[in-house]
């Protein structure tokens, strides 16, 4: 068998839709369990101290498919080891609506949860650096599309729970509905992914092992590099906004600025519309402009939203904010993980360890925010993500662009598809 590069539009074409439906995919997943918590929460008689205990099991069960991953891709490569995460988390799925309409079982909910996060988790990593491989051939900025993918994967999700919900669909039903859909897109997909260099070595040297120290060696390293930790700052003071938007910024406008629940749901739709069209098209941007350049100007952004949000004197000002709050925290992840990527030997390596970063921010920051808020009002409490949103922007020199190198992927064929034109 003979190993060729991806140089063929067709390979690559075939190979972006697949990394694609696979941010499509886990963004599915994840507002399918969102549509379905008050459901859960009443067939299980549970108050809202035990819905944040299931959270706090699905994040706990995040951090370590975060921290499994890259010793994941280094053992399997990311074409195998992606349909196992996936499969995963359909799998908790499953478990979530047994445990919530069959068993009716906190703890089997709970487990459900935690194989939720570990799945969810890992494909993260996967995908983000397979997005990147896919940037490395192209020398173009695609991982802010691939999230905005997973963005418009939760719009799916969340619009086809209403559904469910309206057609008085159970949990199980629904999260079993899903999840075969999950586990047909991983198969298909996954199908289309090329096989890293890595890969091809190790199904050609059979007799070559590597030893457990040397598999770490590449994660231990990525916590040395000091470049690690400025990314990581813009990614935590990112996703500290981001998700305090999701969790507050409904909340501040109904409690702190008086206005309907109807409205603060609206504000907080514009937010996520404002993020996701930012991610969908700001590559081009990017390209023009660099890294370092634009993550500056969308932290201006996003300070300048959040503290016209905690001052505005009208209905229309905030939903002003809420643009400039969504545009300006919408490229911190993807383009912290495109810049942990730069170079495609330690990509798996560095992106689970930024990602941890900004996972832990992300997961953490907002129970953080809300027990502040308790002393000094929600409002006040935003200036700490003006802080961070700040730091972020003086931290973005780190992402800055690395010497091009040569993707690490493979396509094995025996012949060169005689029909597919050559790459650009």
């Given at each position: ?12 074409l075939?190979?972006?839709f ?11 997943s ?9 459901a ?27 921290s ?30 047994v ?7 906190y ?30 051939h192209?020398?173009k900025?695609?991982?802010?599309m ?15 729970g209403?559904?469910?919900i ?7 039903a ?9 586990a047909?897109?991983?198969i298909?997909a996954?199908?289309?992914v090329?096989?890293s260099?890595a890969?091809?070595?190790d199904?050609s ?28 700052l ?17 909340l ?15 504000g ?9 069209v930012?991610r969908?098209f ?31 004197p ?11 709050w ?10 912290g993980?495109?810049a942990a990527?730069?170079?495609p ?22 129970p ?7 002393n000094i009002g ?7 993500l ?23 992927h493979?396509?094995?064929s ?8 050559p790459?650009?």
């Amino acid at each position: 068998m003979r190993v060729e590069k991806v140089t063929t539009k067709g390979q690559l074409l075939r190979w972006k839709f697949a990394i694609f439906a696979i941010f499509f995919a886990s963004g599915l997943s994840v507002a399918t369990w969102a549509a379905r918590v008050p459901a859960i929460k009443i067939a299980l008689g549970i108050d809202n101290l035990q819905v944040g205990l299931l959270l706090l099991g699905a994040g706990i069960g995040s951090l370590v498919g975060l921290s499994c991953a890259a010793f994941l891709i280094a053992k399997l490569g990311t074409r195998r080891a992606m349909p196992i995460s996936i499969v995963t988390f359909a799998i908790g799925l499953i478990v979530i609506g047994v445990g919530t309409d069959m068993a009716h079982s906190y703890p089997v909910v709970l487990a459900g949860l935690f194989l939720f996060g570990i799945g969810n988790g890992s494909v993260d990593i996967m995908m983000n650096v397979e997005g990147a491989g896919i940037e490395n051939h192209t020398g173009k900025t695609l991982l802010p599309m691939f999230h905005g993918l997973f963005s418009l994967g939760t719009v799916a999700g969340a619009s086809f729970g209403a559904l469910t919900i309206r057609l008085d669909y159970t949990v199980a039903a629904h999260a079993t509905i899903t999840a075969g859909l999950i586990a047909l897109v991983a198969i298909v997909a996954v199908t289309n992914v090329p096989r890293s260099a890595a890969e091809v070595a190790d199904a050609s040297t059979s007799n070559t092992r590597t030893t457990w120290r040397e598999r770490l060696a590449p994660m231990i390293d990525a916590w040395k590099d000091p470049r690690t930790y400025g990314i990581g700052l813009v990614m935590l003071g990112m996703s500290f906004a981001e998700g305090g938007a999701n969790d507050w910024l409904a909340l501040a406008m109904v409690e702190d600025h008086g206005t309907t629940e109807a409205l603060g749901a609206l504000g907080l739709a514009t937010f996520s519309v404002s993020m996701t069209v930012v991610r969908l098209f700001g590559g081009p941007l990017v390209d023009r402009f660099g890294r370092v350049a634009i993550l500056r100007a969308l932290a201006v952004s996003a300070t300048a939203g959040m503290i016209l949000f905690i001052w505005a004197p009208s209905i229309e000002l905030i939903f002003v904010a809420a643009v400039l709050w969504g545009a300006g925290v919408s490229l911190g992840f993807p383009l912290g993980m495109s810049a942990a990527a730069d170079d495609p030997t330690r990509a798996a390596a560095r992106v689970s360890a930024v990602a941890t970063i900004g996972y832990v921010a992300f997961l953490c920051g907002p129970p953080l925010l809300g027990l502040i808020s308790e002393n000094i009002g929600l409002l006040n409490t935003l200036y700490i993500l003006v802080a961070l949103a700040i730091i972020s922007g003086f931290a973005s020199a780190s992402a800055r662009e690395s010497k091009p190198v040569t993707s690490s992927h493979t396509a094995v064929s025996e012949t060169k598809p005689a029909a597919d034109e050559p790459t650009a």
